[in-house]
């Protein structure tokens, strides 16, 4: 399985981005896709994600309200719009696929990582 992502790059605070992430190859479980991020010197941390059943969307208390997974996306696709991002969203940002059973917020229930793509916001 691969992951591509794009849409990452540099932008002020405040300004927005749009993520994008596809994922190719045979994955015999995916119950959803996501997001982590690991900023320099900090532990990878739980973005956002979406169930394929029923659509529910999760989020990480430090960007919910701004970061949003739209649920119009295409098979086996993932985005994630950004808006009003702050300095302190500046990391590379992981593309998940869920494959395991398990909660959201944790790294242990997805199988599959994209390479990264950096976000960097300006002051």
Do not use: H
């Amino acid at each position: 399985v691969q992951l591509q992502a794009s849409g990452g790059g540099m932008v002020q605070a405040g300004g927005s981005l749009r993520l994008s992430c596809a994922a190719s190859g045979r994955t015999y479980s995916n119950y959803g896709m996501g997001w982590f991020r690991q900023a320099p010197g900090k532990e990878r941390e739980f973005v956002a994600a979406i169930s394929w059943t029923g659509g529910n969307t999760f989020y990480g208390d430090s960007v919910k309200g701004r970061f949003t997974i739209p649920n119009n996306n295409a098979e086996n696709t993932v985005y994630l719009q950004m808006n009003s991002l702050k300095p302190e969203d500046t990391a590379v940002y992981y593309c998940v696929v869920k494959a395991y059973l398990g909660s959201y917020y944790s790294d242990n229930s997805y199988r599959y990582w994209g390479r990264g793509t950096q976000v960097t916001v300006s002051s």
